[in-house]
């Protein structure tokens, strides 16, 4: 059965290029998303997101009349959800993973579902998640079958698909990756990969539906594990007065060495999030995992910690100055490089817990974002940061800061860049 609407509910930073993706292979497009500015900016052929190349391709898909997006689910012979996956902050210690995403999203799209329709979850997903995905949609329609009870005779195929792609590089990534392909059973398997291919010039690799989602689970946690390394590695070196950039990059020099950069933590809709998934539902076994999330989520306290060393180190250097006059600058609010994406961005949290303890001014610099709101930090550009502030906090590394020369401040650079 071919398939020649295919429906994404969730237009954000995996949906939206996914969308277009397809797209842009002349098929037929229903973007689903609850947020109107998105569905509105869309619909003229424009985003609300930051990625290369992706603005050109949307605008043509829209022009041309194969994506349009839109507030409620429609009828489609395919739905892919993309939406997001957060952890409950119920103050355990150890987050819970929130569903209320997947399961709001199933609802909606178990209305206009039919007989030979395909559902793809997309979204990075606790083990198990996929599974429960089925059961909700199954309970909203009794009339279809569905692969838990049915297996290859169900009426709707399930599957999880987890998206593998680095942001900036989202619309090469998404044509030139792998893919996992976890179907509920082989049909559900095959009819996603013939989907895929659509554009997916990557191989499809086919396993169960905990296998997918447990793989996207470990990349990102194996990530996590080695940045915190890094990140553990940069406070041993401070306490020892050892240049740790250059410590890493003489370790570097070994053939089977390949030590990451610390920074100022770990961000992101995926690293700082995925592991917790891992540890929540074996939190005896996942030792290592659950480590690593500690020290990088210790480490923007170690950040704010420096800060306060360089604020009293001017101070000293300034004994006519006050606190209040001080003006703290910090550079970059993404949780990466060249991108305007805050989830869970270590930068953001770092610069709004300076603003919070800081009697004097804080700004931010962050040229890949153009207005913020209800923040207690002003938006300034490089320039402005560089003329008025007397203590500088590099906390991303985006090119616009590598290619200009350290501010004349007390510096406080997480990156190793100035």
């Not at 740790?244 to 920074?263: F, K, Y």
């Not at 990088?296 to 250097?317: E, G, M, R, T």
């Amino acid at each position: 059965m071919s398939f020649n609407t295919i429906s994404v509910v969730g237009l954000g930073y995996i949906g939206l290029p996914t969308a277009a993706m397809f797209a842009s292979r002349k098929k037929q497009v229903i973007g689903v998303d609850v947020n109107q500015h998105a569905v509105d900016t869309i619909n003229r052929g424009e985003i609300h997101i930051v990625e290369p190349e992706l603005d050109m391709i949307v605008h043509a898909a829209v022009k041309e009349g194969y994506l349009k997006a839109v507030t409620a689910p429609e009828p489609a012979d395919a739905f892919l959800i993309a939406v997001p996956t957060p952890f409950k902050n119920n103050g355990s210690t150890i987050p819970e993973p929130d569903l209320a995403y997947i399961e709001s999203a199933s609802k909606a799209i178990a209305p206009v579902l039919k007989k030979g329709d395909l559902v793809i979850l997309e979204s990075t997903s606790p083990v198990g998640a996929t599974e429960k995905m089925a059961e909700w949609l199954a309970e909203a329609r009794p009339d279809l079958s569905f692969p838990q009870t049915t297996g290859e005779n169900a009426d709707v195929n399930v599957a999880h698909c987890p998206e593998r792609v680095l942001p900036g590089h989202v619309v090469r990534e998404l044509v030139e990756n792998d893919r996992v392909i976890g179907g509920m059973t082989k049909t559900c398997s095959n009819r996603s990969i013939e989907l895929y291919k659509t554009f997916v010039e990557g191989e499809c690799v086919i396993t169960n539906a905990r296998t997918a989602e447990m793989a996207k689970l470990t990349e990102n946690s194996c990530r996590d594990v080695q940045i915190a390394f890094a990140n553990e590695l940069s406070i041993i070196c401070d306490k020892l007065d050892i240049n740790v950039w250059e410590l890493i990059s003489l370790a570097n020099r070994h053939p089977r060495i390949n030590i990451l950069q610390p920074g100022p933590g770990v961000g992101g809709h995926c690293i700082a999030v995925d592991p917790w998934f891992i540890v929540s539902k074996t939190p005896d076994e996942a030792k290592i995992i659950h480590t690593a999330r500690q020290v990088n989520d210790a480490k923007p306290d170690w950040v704010i910690d420096k800060v306060k060393i360089a604020i009293s180190d001017f101070l000293q250097a300034n004994p006519t100055k006050r606190i209040e006059d001080i003006t703290i600058a910090c550079y970059g609010l993404a949780f990466k490089p060249d991108i305007d994406d805050l989830r869970e961005s270590p930068a953001m949290g770092i610069t709004r817990q300076i603003a919070a303890m800081h009697q004097g001014r804080v700004i931010a610099v962050e040229p890949n974002i153009t207005k913020l709101s209800n923040e207690p930090f002003d938006l300034k550009t490089l320039e402005q940061a560089s003329l008025e502030a007397d203590v500088a906090v590099l906390l991303v590394d985006h090119k616009e800061f590598k290619a200009t020369k350290s501010p004349q401040a007390i510096l406080v650079d997480t990156k190793g860049i100035w």
